[in-house]
C-alpha cells in the first residue's frame, strides 16, 4: 500500500502549503484585528484617565455605565436614560433604514433581474456607482439636497407647493434619508442574487393555481429568496447601526447614534473604558445579527436546488 | 346534444414582435374539445401547440380570435381566474413546500375550507401513490415522483380541463411508458377533460381519444388516432406520424397510374385530378415474387433488423424508394436478399391519396 502512504504525504505537505501560503493573510488579520480588538477589550476594565486615556486599574465601572450612571450627590446607581435613548434610537433608526432600503431595493433588484443580461450588467454598475464614491462627499450630497436652501426645498417652494421651508436636516428623517441612500447598494446587490437564482415559471405555477399576485408575491416569491432578504437586511442593518458619518454629518450632533456617542468617550468625554465597552456591546449585537443570518441562510440552504 | 364542448378556440391568432418581424406562433386555429376526452396537440417543436395550451392556460391572450369554456369566453380572464390547472414541462413544483404543500397549495388559493383542503390532498396523494412522500421536500424527489406531485397538485382542485405541457419529455423511456398509462388511467378515473401537448407520434396515438396535428401555426388534421394514422389528410401528416412511403403519380378512373408503372386502386370517389401523391404505409407493402403477374417490379437495396421486424428498403423502376416492414420471420423464409428482385403488391385500400 506505497500509494496510498504517498497520497497521505502528499496530502500532508498541501495542507502545509496551504497554512503557508494563508500566512501573511492570517498575520495581517491578526495583528490589524484581532489586535486592536483585544485591546479595546482590555481596555473597557480599565479606569479612565483624567485628560482621556486610561489607568491600568481593573474595574468595571464602563460596563455597569452602559445602563446607570452614579447620581453625583447621592452616589445612588439610575439608569441613564440618555443612553438608553441613544441605543433606541441607533436600533430604531437602523430597523427603519433596513426596512426603507428593502422597500425601495426589492423592486429594483426585481426590475434588474428580470432585464436582459446585457441590461442587466449596466444596471448593476449603475447601483455600484455610489460604492466607489467616498462617503463624506456622499453625505454631504444629501444634506445639500435637503437642506433648508437645498434642491429639495428650492424646487418645492418654486413650484408653490410649500410657503416655508421643510425642516428635514438635522432630524431623524434626514438620518434615515442619508443612511437609506447610503446603504441601498447593500440591499440591492443580495435581493438581485437571490432573485437572479430565483425561477421565473414558478409564478406562472401560481398564478395557475389561482393565487392573485400579491399571493404569488407572498406565498411563493418572498419564501424562496429570504436568503437573499436575510442577508441583506444584515448587510444594512448592521453598518446602519455604527454609522458614524451619516448621523453626524445630517443629524447635526444632536441625533446621536451609538457611533457618535462613542466617539464622544474617546474625544470630550474623556472615558475611553465607557467608550470601549460600548464599541464591545455594538460588537455582540452585530454577532447576534449574524447569528440570526447563519441560521436562517442555513435553513434557507436545506430547500435550495 | 350528446356531446357538450369544454374548451373552443375561435379562429385564434397570437402574433410575437411587431410589424414587419411578427411571427404568427399561431394562425387563425379553431378547433373544439370535448368533454370528458383525452385531446393531443401533436406537432414539432416550434408549430405553435404549446402557444395554444398557453392561450387556453390564460399565460398568453390572442392578438385576436378568442377562447371559450363550456360556451363562456374567458380570452381576458387572468390564469388565477380560470377552472384550468397546467402541468408544466418542467414540473414548476415549489421547491419551498413539501410534497403535500404543492398539491393543497391551490386548494388554499381557491379558499376551501380546512377540512376539504386536507381530505383532497390526501386522496390526490394517493391517487398519484405518493402517500408516503407527503412531507418531503420536492428536490428529494425523483424526476418521476416529481412528474406525479405536478399532476397531483394540478387535478386536487378538480379543473373543468387538464392542460399538460409535455410533461413526459424529461423521463426516461420506461418511466415515460409508465407515465402514459398512469396518465390515462387518472383521464379514465378523473373524468376531467386532458389537452395534452407532445411531440411524439407514438405517445399520442396511445393515449389519446383524438389528436390535432398541427404545423407552422395551423390545425392540419384532428381526428382519432386510427382515422389519423390511416387517413392521413396531406402529406406533412402522413410522413409526421408513421413512417410513408409517398409514390407520385396521376389519378385516372379511380387507379392512380404510378411514376415507376403499375398502378394503385383508390377509393373510386376521387375526382380525376392529374398529379397526385399516393401514401402507403410500410406495413401495407406486401413483396410477392418477381413473377406474379401485375406485381411492381423492385430491387431489394436494403434489409434493416429491428427485432420484430424487418424494414425491406426496395427500389422501384424510377428509382423511387420504397420500404416495406415485414415479420422477421417471415422476410427469414422467403430468403429476401440484398439485390434481390421481387414484385410488390398493396393490401386493398392501403393507399391514400394526399392533397399536395
Same mark, same amino acid.
Given at each position: 500500500?506505497?500509494?496510498?502512504?504517498?497520497?497521505?504525504?502528499?496530502?500532508?505537505?498541501?495542507?502545509?502549503?496551504?497554512?503557508?501560503?494563508?500566512?501573511?493573510?492570517?498575520?495581517?488579520?491578526?495583528?490589524?484585528?484581532?489586535?486592536?480588538?483585544?485591546?479595546?477589550?482590555?481596555?473597557?476594565?480599565?479606569?479612565?484617565?483624567?485628560?482621556?486615556?486610561?489607568?491600568?486599574?481593573?474595574?468595571?465601572?464602563?460596563?455597569?455605565?452602559?445602563?446607570?450612571?452614579?447620581?453625583?450627590?447621592?452616589?445612588?446607581?439610575?439608569?441613564?436614560?440618555?443612553?438608553?435613548?441613544?441605543?433606541?434610537?441607533?436600533?430604531?433608526?437602523?430597523?427603519?433604514?433596513?426596512?426603507?432600503?428593502?422597500?425601495?431595493?426589492?423592486?429594483?433588484?426585481?426590475?434588474?433581474?428580470?432585464?436582459?443580461?446585457?441590461?442587466?450588467?449596466?444596471?448593476?454598475?449603475?447601483?455600484?456607482?455610489?460604492?466607489?464614491?467616498?462617503?463624506?462627499?456622499?453625505?454631504?450630497?444629501?444634506?445639500?439636497?435637503?437642506?433648508?436652501?437645498?434642491?429639495?426645498?428650492?424646487?418645492?417652494?418654486?413650484?408653490?407647493?410649500?410657503?416655508?421651508?421643510?425642516?428635514?436636516?438635522?432630524?431623524?428623517?434626514?438620518?434615515?434619508?442619508?443612511?437609506?441612500?447610503?446603504?441601498?447598494?447593500?440591499?440591492?446587490?443580495?435581493?438581485?442574487?437571490?432573485?437572479?437564482?430565483?425561477?421565473?415559471?414558478?409564478?406562472?405555477?401560481?398564478?395557475?393555481?389561482?393565487?392573485?399576485?400579491?399571493?404569488?408575491?407572498?406565498?411563493?416569491?418572498?419564501?424562496?429568496?429570504?436568503?437573499?432578504?436575510?442577508?441583506?437586511?444584515?448587510?444594512?442593518?448592521?453598518?446602519?447601526?455604527?454609522?458614524?458619518?451619516?448621523?453626524?454629518?445630517?443629524?447635526?450632533?444632536?441625533?446621536?447614534?451609538?457611533?457618535?456617542?462613542?466617539?464622544?468617550?474617546?474625544?470630550?468625554?474623556?472615558?475611553?473604558?465607557?467608550?470601549?465597552?460600548?464599541?464591545?456591546?455594538?460588537?455582540?449585537?452585530?454577532?447576534?445579527?449574524?447569528?440570526?443570518?447563519?441560521?436562517?441562510?442555513?435553513?434557507?440552504?436545506?430547500?435550495?436546488? | 346534444?350528446?356531446?357538450?364542448?369544454?374548451?373552443?378556440?375561435?379562429?385564434?391568432?397570437?402574433?410575437?414582435?411587431?410589424?414587419?418581424?411578427?411571427?404568427?406562433?399561431?394562425?387563425?386555429?379553431?378547433?373544439?374539445?370535448?368533454?370528458?376526452?383525452?385531446?393531443?396537440?401533436?406537432?414539432?417543436?416550434?408549430?405553435?401547440?404549446?402557444?395554444?395550451?398557453?392561450?387556453?392556460?390564460?399565460?398568453?391572450?390572442?392578438?385576436?380570435?378568442?377562447?371559450?369554456?363550456?360556451?363562456?369566453?374567458?380570452?381576458?380572464?387572468?390564469?388565477?381566474?380560470?377552472?384550468?390547472?397546467?402541468?408544466?414541462?418542467?414540473?414548476?413544483?415549489?421547491?419551498?413546500?413539501?410534497?403535500?404543500?404543492?398539491?393543497?397549495?391551490?386548494?388554499?388559493?381557491?379558499?376551501?375550507?380546512?377540512?376539504?383542503?386536507?381530505?383532497?390532498?390526501?386522496?390526490?396523494?394517493?391517487?398519484?401513490?405518493?402517500?408516503?412522500?407527503?412531507?418531503?421536500?420536492?428536490?428529494?424527489?425523483?424526476?418521476?415522483?416529481?412528474?406525479?406531485?405536478?399532476?397531483?397538485?394540478?387535478?386536487?382542485?378538480?379543473?373543468?380541463?387538464?392542460?399538460?405541457?409535455?410533461?413526459?419529455?424529461?423521463?426516461?423511456?420506461?418511466?415515460?411508458?409508465?407515465?402514459?398509462?398512469?396518465?390515462?388511467?387518472?383521464?379514465?378515473?378523473?373524468?376531467?377533460?386532458?389537452?395534452?401537448?407532445?411531440?411524439?407520434?407514438?405517445?399520442?396515438?396511445?393515449?389519446?381519444?383524438?389528436?390535432?396535428?398541427?404545423?407552422?401555426?395551423?390545425?392540419?388534421?384532428?381526428?382519432?388516432?386510427?382515422?389519423?394514422?390511416?387517413?392521413?389528410?396531406?402529406?406533412?401528416?402522413?410522413?409526421?406520424?408513421?413512417?410513408?412511403?409517398? /409514390?407520385?403519380?396521376?389519378?385516372? #378512373?379511380?387507379?392512380?397510374?404510378? $411514376?415507376?408503372?403499375?398502378?394503385? @386502386? +383508390?377509393? &373510386?370517389? !376521387?375526382?380525376?385530378?392529374?398529379?397526385?401523391?399516393?401514401?402507403?404505409?410500410?406495413?401495407?407493402?406486401?413483396?410477392?415474387?418477381?413473377?406474379?403477374?401485375?406485381?411492381?417490379?423492385?430491387?431489394?437495396?436494403? /434489409?434493416?433488423?429491428?427485432?420484430? #421486424?424487418?424494414?425491406?428498403?426496395? $427500389?422501384?423502376?424510377?428509382?423511387? @424508394? +420504397?420500404? &416495406?416492414? !415485414?415479420?422477421?420471420?417471415?422476410?427469414?423464409?422467403?430468403?429476401?436478399?440484398?439485390?434481390?428482385?421481387?414484385?410488390?403488391?398493396?393490401?386493398?385500400?392501403?393507399?391514400?391519396?394526399?392533397?399536395?
Amino acid at each position: 500500500m506505497s500509494m496510498s502512504a504517498g497520497e497521505e504525504a502528499a496530502k500532508r505537505r498541501r495542507v502545509r502549503d496551504g497554512w503557508l501560503l494563508s500566512a501573511p493573510a492570517l498575520l495581517l488579520l491578526t495583528l490589524a484585528a484581532a489586535g486592536p480588538l483585544l485591546v479595546v477589550l482590555v481596555y473597557s476594565f480599565l479606569t479612565p484617565g483624567q485628560y482621556g486615556g486610561v489607568v491600568w486599574e481593573f474595574s468595571t465601572d464602563a460596563w455597569v455605565g452602559i445602563l446607570f450612571t452614579r447620581d453625583i450627590f447621592t452616589e445612588t446607581m439610575q439608569l441613564a436614560d440618555a443612553h438608553l435613548a441613544i441605543f433606541w434610537r441607533s436600533v430604531r433608526l437602523s430597523l427603519l433604514t433596513t426596512l426603507i432600503t428593502f422597500a425601495v431595493g426589492f423592486p429594483t433588484a426585481w426590475f434588474i433581474a428580470t432585464r436582459p443580461p446585457k441590461a442587466r450588467a449596466l444596471w448593476l454598475f449603475l447601483i455600484t456607482i455610489p460604492f466607489w464614491t467616498n462617503l463624506l462627499i456622499r453625505t454631504f450630497a444629501i444634506n445639500e439636497v435637503i437642506r433648508n436652501e437645498g434642491i429639495l426645498n428650492s424646487v418645492l417652494m418654486a413650484a408653490g407647493i410649500i410657503a416655508t421651508p421643510i425642516q428635514i436636516l438635522y432630524t431623524d428623517t434626514a438620518v434615515l434619508i442619508g443612511m437609506a441612500y447610503v446603504y441601498l447598494p447593500l440591499m440591492v446587490l443580495p435581493l438581485f442574487a437571490a432573485i437572479d437564482r430565483f425561477d421565473m415559471r414558478l409564478l406562472e405555477a401560481g398564478y395557475d393555481l389561482y393565487a392573485n399576485r400579491w399571493q404569488v408575491l407572498r406565498r411563493i416569491v418572498l419564501p424562496i429568496v429570504k436568503p437573499g432578504i436575510v442577508a441583506g437586511s444584515i448587510l444594512v442593518f448592521v453598518p446602519s447601526l455604527g454609522a458614524y458619518v451619516t448621523p453626524r454629518v445630517l443629524g447635526g450632533g444632536k441625533q446621536m447614534m451609538i457611533g457618535n456617542f462613542i466617539e464622544l468617550q474617546f474625544g470630550q468625554g474623556r472615558n475611553w473604558p465607557l467608550g470601549a465597552s460600548l464599541s464591545m456591546l455594538l460588537l455582540l449585537i452585530v454577532l447576534a445579527a449574524l447569528l440570526v443570518y447563519v441560521r436562517a441562510a442555513g435553513k434557507g440552504g436545506a430547500h435550495g436546488q | 346534444m350528446t356531446e357538450t364542448i369544454a374548451v373552443e378556440a375561435r379562429n385564434a391568432i397570437k402574433a410575437f414582435g411587431q410589424g414587419d418581424v411578427a411571427v404568427r406562433a399561431l394562425d387563425d386555429v379553431s378547433v373544439q374539445i370535448r368533454k370528458g376526452e383525452f385531446f393531443t396537440l401533436l406537432g414539432p417543436s416550434g408549430c405553435g401547440k404549446t402557444t395554444l395550451l398557453r392561450l387556453i392556460a390564460g399565460f398568453e391572450t390572442p392578438t385576436s380570435g378568442s377562447i371559450l369554456l363550456d360556451g363562456k369566453d374567458i380570452t381576458s380572464d387572468p390564469p388565477n381566474r380560470r377552472p384550468v390547472n397546467t402541468v408544466f414541462q418542467s414540473y414548476a413544483l415549489f421547491p419551498h413546500l413539501t410534497v403535500a404543500q404543492n398539491v393543497s397549495f391551490g386548494l388554499q388559493m381557491q379558499g376551501r375550507p380546512k377540512a376539504e383542503v386536507t381530505a383532497t390532498t390526501d386522496r390526490m396523494l394517493a391517487l398519484v401513490r405518493l402517500e408516503a412522500m407527503a412531507g418531503r421536500k420536492t428536490s428529494q424527489l425523483s424526476g418521476g415522483q416529481q412528474q406525479r406531485v405536478a399532476l397531483a397538485r394540478a387535478l386536487a382542485p378538480q379543473p373543468k380541463v387538464l392542460l399538460l405541457d409535455e410533461p413526459l419529455s424529461a423521463l426516461d423511456l420506461k418511466l415515460r411508458k409508465e407515465m402514459q398509462t398512469e396518465l390515462k388511467r387518472l383521464q379514465t378515473e378523473t373524468g376531467i377533460t386532458f389537452i395534452f401537448v407532445t411531440h411524439d407520434q407514438e405517445e399520442a396515438l396511445t393515449m389519446s381519444d383524438r389528436i390535432g396535428v398541427m404545423s407552422a401555426g395551423k390545425i392540419l388534421q384532428i381526428g382519432g388516432p386510427r382515422d389519423i394514422y390511416t387517413r392521413p389528410a396531406n402529406r406533412f401528416v402522413a410522413s409526421f406520424i408513421g413512417e410513408t412511403n409517398f /409514390l407520385p403519380g396521376t389519378l385516372r #378512373d379511380g387507379r392512380v397510374i404510378l $411514376a415507376s408503372g403499375g398502378s394503385i @386502386e +383508390v377509393a &373510386a370517389t !376521387l375526382r380525376n385530378a392529374g398529379n397526385v401523391t399516393v401514401a402507403v404505409r410500410p406495413e401495407q407493402v406486401r413483396i410477392v415474387p418477381a413473377t406474379e403477374p401485375d406485381a411492381l417490379p423492385a430491387t431489394i437495396t436494403d /434489409l434493416v433488423y429491428f427485432g420484430t #421486424d424487418t424494414h425491406c428498403h426496395m $427500389a422501384l423502376a424510377d428509382g423511387s @424508394e +420504397v420500404v &416495406a416492414r !415485414l415479420q422477421s420471420s417471415v422476410s427469414g423464409e422467403a430468403g429476401l436478399e440484398r439485390g434481390g428482385r421481387v414484385g410488390l403488391r398493396f393490401a386493398p385500400g392501403a393507399a391514400q391519396v394526399l392533397g399536395e
